[in-house]
């Protein structure tokens, strides 16, 4: 039975809300351009950029995730945790990507496109990235809504005979007082906010786990260990397992395992994180950051996973069989039950915390990447340039755009999947040709204009070639006594063998395929005659150093 959401909870919630938020409203005064509304001018110190970036990542949509894939998998999903801690050590201790990106002085990955690669891979870069990352960002506010329903038992309100959706009007105001503070103080207020929303976030978080762990009615981690053994047995200890259709098949894992590898390197791509980047203030903060940033990207997934599990013990324990149970709700169910008056409030600050810094970071990162990766550089084609003043306020226009888009789609879409799949397939839409762009323009000197076009659509095409066959799959039911329908089957059958996993590791290959023939062939053709001199100028991908690039970085803009 669920625990009431007491007065003291709520007042708990109300009061992280003022002082969490009000801060992002005080700092209007130090945007004085774009740089700083977008990268807070580049002066984000170690202990700064690991706690904005941090929080932007952890959202409440991510511990819901995490928590589905462990009630799901069980133990195994924490190999998702260890996968990142490593993938992202990786690029902290390398610098692989993030020292390059950062030394360039550029402000979004397409932006680097241009000065490597040419204005068209820029506007392609900018559109696949603002597509990827606004179809990634609108599933989040429908699943944050059910973790606060589930949380608080919120019930509609009936005014003059009217029922008030409380639910959506709640989720909408904390979405609009997000809007708020973001529109005002850019990176400068979400950094702020977000320092603040890390502690709580990670006091909510921590007490909850000690709970957990302590809890009877699970078992403590011997009774967890129990449940997993017997509801999900092998594939709940084994990665490598995988089920298909009730059954668990092997080496369909290790398609998931090697694509988690991929999808985690490339991670710093992504724009939320790329802005983090950008806004360090050296190269070696950049790479502390990413360092630091691995051990909190293992915390973000192994305990949100470990909640899932025990939600999993719980439920089986009680006498009631988890796969009756809705795995995307059963972790909020679980504390719903089990935590105490005042802890619950203390939960719900930190969920909200994490809800809160995400959305102010992905407003403003796709708000940027639209107004500098598309909208800049095309209107440059026809020789018009906005100052920068113009482009700060065409910035806080695309922001209010993607704030009614995430209210009016965000709270009435349904997911029909493992919303960790789903979120890492679009991202694997982008990360796939980003990374091997980036990749191969700061160490393949060859790389060139063919390369990364090619690149960036053999990246993104099997991803779009998953979306467009199911949807056909949907709209078009083939009866199967009609030869006529024999396409249409042919794309339902495609459309059901490509599952996430397969297109996530069909995409990063084709990338670098994509990448090494397209600059091959163009090298070739502008060779020419024998004799002839063979050399590309770098607009078409010649060596891009820091400087050069800091140096052309104001004729990009």
């Known amino acids: 039975m669920l625990a009431a959401f007491t007065g003291l909870d709520w007042a708990i919630v109300i009061v992280y809300i003022i002082v969490g938020s009000l801060p992002g409203f005080l700092l209007r005064r130090y945007i004085r351009g774009q ?13 700064l950029a690991t706690a904005t970036l ?18 799901l998998t069980g133990f195994s999903a924490f190999t998702i945790g260890l996968i990142a801690f490593c993938c992202t050590m990786f690029v902290g201790l390398t610098g692989f990507l993030v020292s390059g990106f950062r030394a360039s002085g550029v402000t979004t990955f397409a932006e680097y496109y241009e000065i490597r690669y040419g204005r068209g891979v820029r506007l392609l870069g900018g559109l696949v990235l603002a597509t990827a990352g606004i179809l990634n960002y609108g599933v989040f506010l429908r699943i944050e ?56 976030l990670t006091l909510g978080m921590g007490i909850c786990t000690w709970l957990v762990l302590t809890e009877q009615q699970t078992g403590g981690l011997a009774g967890i260990a129990e449940a997993v053994a017997v509801h999900r047995p092998d594939y709940g200890m084994n990665p490598f397992l995988r089920l298909s259709q009730g059954r668990p098949v092997f080496w369909l894992g290790i398609v998931f395992v090697i694509w988690q590898v991929f999808h985690w390197t490339a991670s710093s791509c992504w724009q ?24 909190n990207y293992f915390g973000r997934a192994i305990v949100p996973m470990l909640w899932g599990v025990a939600a999993l013990a719980y439920f089986a324990h009680g006498g009631i069989d988890p796969n009756s149970v809705n795995d995307m709700l059963a972790m909020p169910q679980y504390l ?48 018009i340039s906005l100052r920068d003043r113009t482009r700060l306020w065409i910035t806080r226009f695309f922001i209010v755009c993607l704030g009614v888009y995430l209210i009016t789609f965000g709270l009435w879409y349904q997911t029909k999947t493992d919303v960790w799949n789903f979120l890492a397939m679009t991202g694997t839409m982008y990360f796939a040709g980003a990374a091997t762009v980036l990749a191969f323009g700061l160490y393949w000197k060859r790389a060139n204009i063919a390369g990364a076009f090619a690149a960036i659509i053999c990246g993104v095409g099997p991803g779009l070639f998953s979306i467009v066959t199911y949807i056909t799959s949907l709209i078009v039911e083939p009866d199967i006594r009609d030869k006529a329908h024999e396409p249409v089957k ?8 490509l599952d996430e996993p397969l297109v996530g590791l069909i995409s990063y290959p084709l990338g670098v395929l994509g990448m090494i023939v397209g600059s091959l062939a163009y090298e070739r053709l502008r060779q020419g005659p024998p004799g002839a001199s063979a050399g590309v100028p770098a607009s078409a991908g010649g060596p891009l150093s820091p400087s050069s690039a800091a140096a052309r970085q104001e004729d990009s803009r």
């Open 490 to 497: 042919l794309v339902a059958r495609i459309s059901a063998s």
């Open 54 to 71: 941090t929080a932007t990542e952890l959202g409440l949509v991510t511990v819901m995730y995490f928590a589905q894939t462990g009630f």
């Open 145 to 200: 809504a059910e973790f606060v329903r589930i949380i608080t038992g919120i019930p509609d309100w009936h005014v003059g005979g009217v029922t008030l959706p409380s639910l959506n009007l709640v989720m909408t105001a904390l979405v609009l007082l997000v809007l708020g503070y973001t529109l005002l103080g850019g990176m400068v207020s979400v950094v702020v906010t977000d320092y603040i929303q890390f502690v709580v």
């Open 272 to 295: 939320t994180s790329a802005f983090r980047t950008a806004a360090a203030d050296s190269t070696r903060t950049a790479r502390v950051m990413w360092s630091l940033t691995a051990v």
């Open 336 to 383: 719903a039950a089990i935590l105490p008056a005042g802890i619950m409030g203390l939960l719900l600050a930190g969920m909200l915390a994490a809800m809160m810094s995400t959305h102010s970071g992905y407003l403003l990162s796709w708000s940027g990447v639209i107004t500098e990766d598309l909208l800049t550089p095309l209107l440059k084609v026809f020789g």
């Open 35 to 47: 740089s700083e509304f977008l990268v807070a001018g580049r002066s984000l110190s170690i202990f």
